[in-house]
Every structure is written in C-alpha cells, then in structure tokens.
C-alpha cells in the first residue's frame, strides 16, 4: 500500500499556525512512508470561499517548503461526482429522500431542544413512501444511518472512540439545491484520491463518526483516522490573535524563517528523545504518528524567537543578505546599490550572532546603507562629547595607515589606546557612534573592515573635531 495523506483547508481565511501544522504532520508522515502528500481545497462554501484565501494557503505551504505530489484539487470541481454517489446510495436505499420544509424542520429542532436531544433530526420521510410527497416538491438526500449499535474509530492518536449509533442522525447529503454537504463531500474525495490516513485536528472527531457511516453505506473501506490535538495559547485558550501572530504569513512577515517554524511546530505535540533542532531530512527519518501526544499544545513565542535565532545563525549569508534587503528596501534615505550590498554581506556573520528575527538583523544591518551625515541616536549622541570629537580625529589618522584588515584594525584601536592611556571601550564606543549612529553593534573591528577605509574614514571625520 501506498501511504497516501492530503492537507484539506476551506479558504475561507488565512492559513493559520494550526492548520500549517497539520500540513507539516501529513507531508512527514508521507515522507517517512516513502508516500505521497497531496493538497485539497475545499472550497464548497462559495459564500466564503475567496481565490485571494486560495492563493494566501498556496503561498503559505510554498513558504515552508511543504510541496505536493500533485496539483491542488478544488472540491467545487467535483458536485457532481458528489451527486452522483448521492443518487448511488439512494438507489441502494442506504439514503432516502426527505421532503420536510424548512418550517417542518424548525419545528422538529424544537422538539429535539425541548426533549435534550439537541439538534438530532429524525425525519418522518425515512420510512415514508416519496410517493406522498407533492408533486415537484423539492427534496433533499439525506443518509439512512443505522439506529442500533455502535460507530467506532480506531484513532491513531486517541485510540479507540466509540459513540452509540442512536446518537447520530440521518444527516443530509445533498441538499435540495443538488449541493452537496461538506461531510459528504469530503468522504467522495478522500475515497477518490486514494487517501490512506486522515490527520486532521481533533475538533473533526465528531465528524469522522457521520463520514464512516458514509464509507459503511458504500461499501469502501475507510482511511486510518489519526486526530491530533489543537494548538492553545499560553493561557491554555483557544489561540487567537490575542496570543499574538496566528496565521503563517504574519510569521513571515515577522522575520522568522520557514525552516525555523516548520521546526517548531514539529516538535508542538510530537516528540522524539531531547532533539530540539532538527533538520527537514531529520524529521522526515524519525516523524510517525505514534510521537504524537493527546494534551494540546500551548504556543510559546519566546521558544519560537529562541529556534528561530538558532536557525538564523545556520543560515547562508547571501541569503539572509538579500532578505535584509528586500526588508529596508522600503525605508526612505538609504543607499542601495552594490558597494552597500558588498558592506552587509560582509558583515552578516557578525550580524546574525546578535539577531533572533530578520526584522531585528535589517534594523542591525540599516546603519550599513545610510550616508553621511548619519542619524544619532541619543545615546550615541550623548557618547560624543567634545573631547571624544577630538579623539575621532586622531583616531582617523590611525586607521587610515593600516590596510584596513581586521587585525590591522583591531592592533591599530589596541595601540591608540594604550599610546593615550584610555581603556579600549573608551575608544570603541565613540567610534561605534560615529560609524553607526548607535551605542551597539557588531565588534568594531568588522563593522570598520566591512564599511571599508573610504566610508568609515568619511563617517568618522564627519564628527571628528
């Protein structure tokens, strides 16, 4: 058997942390299996469903790098694959057509309220001949399920659930517009494309119940169901925006790395010994289902900022050279072209030490691109005072003898210091001021090596008395 899972999002909104995981979790499970992971779009609802949310779920899986198998299906595509099943299951007489108005329904949800049944619809029209109804009266098809025994789920992940069959209800199947339902349609789909595991969150339990009713009615055998449990905030609510970002782009926006989310949200439910940094071949190698924990998870930003710093600091340079770009490509005054480029590329192993986002590594790497005079900040203001203006100036003197190397550089600050009898920070820090408008930075050895002798020896003297 070919181990076969789909990610099957309703684009109705953005791809949320949760249903990224979910993605995650089928496209290793398939991976490890040597199987396949294909993408659903289930966009049924055509009131909600957008091709800009579409696109937005599209953009968010090529984001982690979670490609498919084969190209996305839409389910609005199929309706009538889904009606046609409908009408096979009427046939077989393992659904039935139900002629209640929507007045007669609201009546009977009454009676369900009143009696604590909730909202369990028993039809009349089940054992009804179709004969009695009116002429022409539109009808939906609604699931002849079975009233005695039981429904059970043999749960990867939750074990074994059961629910009493006088619990569930003849659910519709294809309304009276000839739409099909959503729990109806998914069971054609998955059947369809040869889904051998479902793994879903495990708010879609409830449902699997009604779906399995709908693979007994037609005689297919069923994928292995594997529910995994929903993500929480840190407060152990549902995560919402209050919690902070939900959705995956917002992550990208953000400045966290795909690697580092895919990463974190592997091990958010799923654990294998103390590994905490693994590798998408890693993953692939050890993930299954039977790592996946019941509890929920709680979402943890810090711990999230901490994986992503690692996997900043692993990053390519020249790849994290045209992410700081792209991200100060639209702040007003900066300097953009290949001498600029050339100053945070060779900067960038210092840079990334300091920095758990890449919004934190282009506010780091802005100093790099903005001309003479520069901006101060006020604490580097503050550092140069008249007497630190004058040092700048023979300061320059110094640097401009050596062949502006880092170790040339750091000899030439250690001497000057020692000649002058101040401490090195004394010297550094104006220096770090006049070079980058702030009191942190990277050593200053590489920021004077990567600004270069002619912008370092500009920036200096624009300040030296």
Same mark, same amino acid.
């Given at each position: ?37 294909? +993408? ?17 779920? &599209? ?27 409908? %009408?096979?299951? $009427? ?27 909730? @909202? ?22 609604? +699931? ?17 659930? /059961? ?40 708010? #879609?339990?409830?449902?699997?119940? /009604?779906? $399995? ?54 091990? @958010?439910?799923?654990? #294998? ?20 924990? /019941? ?47 050339? /100053?945070?590329?060779? &900067? ?12 934190? +590594? ?20 503050? &550092? ?14 110094? @640097? ?12 030439? @600050? ?36 990567? %600004? ?14």
């Amino acid at each position: 058997m070919t181990v076969r899972t789909r990610f099957a999002p309703s684009p109705t909104g953005l791809l949320h942390i949760g249903g990224a995981r979910t993605a995650l979790f089928n496209y290793l499970f398939a991976r490890h299996h040597h199987g396949q992971f294909l +993408l659903r779009i289930e966009d049924t609802d055509r009131a909600r469903s957008t091709a800009a949310a579409a696109q937005v779920i &599209l953009d968010g899986l090529a984001w982690l790098g979670l490609e498919t198998d084969e190209p996305p299906v839409f389910q609005s595509t199929r309706q009538a694959r889904h009606a046609e099943v409908a %009408l096979q299951m $009427l046939a077989a007489g393992t659904a039935f057509k139900c002629f209640l108005t929507a007045a007669e329904l609201e009546q009977l949800r009454e009676q369900a309220r009143a009696a604590g049944h909730g @909202l369990h619809i028993r039809s009349p029209w089940r054992e009804r001949d179709p004969a009695e109804a009116p002429p022409g009266a539109p009808f939906a098809i609604r +699931l002849r399920a079975p009233r005695e025994g039981e429904t059970v789920v043999d749960d990867l992940v939750q074990g074994q659930v /059961r629910v009493a069959n006088a619990e569930l209800d003849d659910m519709i199947i294809l309304r009276s517009d000839g739409t099909p339902t959503y729990l109806h349609a998914v069971v054609v789909d998955d059947h369809d494309m040869g889904i051998t595991h479902v793994i879903r969150g495990d708010d #879609h339990l409830t449902n699997t119940f /009604r779906q $399995l009713q709908v693979y007994q009615a037609m005689g297919w055998e069923p994928p292995r169901f594997a529910h995994i449990p929903l993500i929480h905030g840190a407060d152990g609510a549902k995560l919402s925006k209050r919690h902070g970002a939900v959705s995956v782009l917002e992550f990208r926006e953000q400045g966290f790395l795909p690697e580092a989310v895919c990463n974190y949200l592997l091990r @958010l439910g799923w654990g #294998h010994g103390d590994a905490e940094i693994l590798s998408r071949e890693a993953a692939i190698g050890l993930f299954d289902i039977d790592g996946v924990g /019941r509890a929920p998870s709680r979402m943890d930003y810090a711990k999230l900022a901490h994986v992503n710093g690692v996997w900043l600091r692993a990053a390519d340079d020249g790849r994290l050279t045209g992410e700081v770009l792209r991200r100060l490509a639209d702040r007003p005054g900066l300097v953009f072209d290949d001498v600029a480029e050339q /100053r945070v590329r060779a &900067l960038m192993p210092q840079l990334k030490e300091r920095a758990k986002t890449l919004v934190e +590594l282009a506010d780091a790497a802005r100093f790099l691109l903005q001309p003479v005079p520069l901006p101060l900040e006020p604490k580097a203001a503050a &550092l140069l005072t008249a007497e630190n203006r004058a040092m700048l100036g023979e300061l320059a003197g110094a @640097l401009a003898a050596t062949d502006f190397s880092v170790a040339a550089l750091d000899a030439a @600050l250690r001497a000057y210091a020692e000649r002058t009898g101040r401490k090195l920070g004394a010297v550094a820090q104006p220096l770090r001021a006049a070079l980058t408008g702030s009191a942190a930075s990277p050593g200053i050895e590489a920021v004077l090596a990567a %600004l270069g002798r002619e912008e370092a020896l500009a920036r200096i003297c624009s300040l030296a008395a």
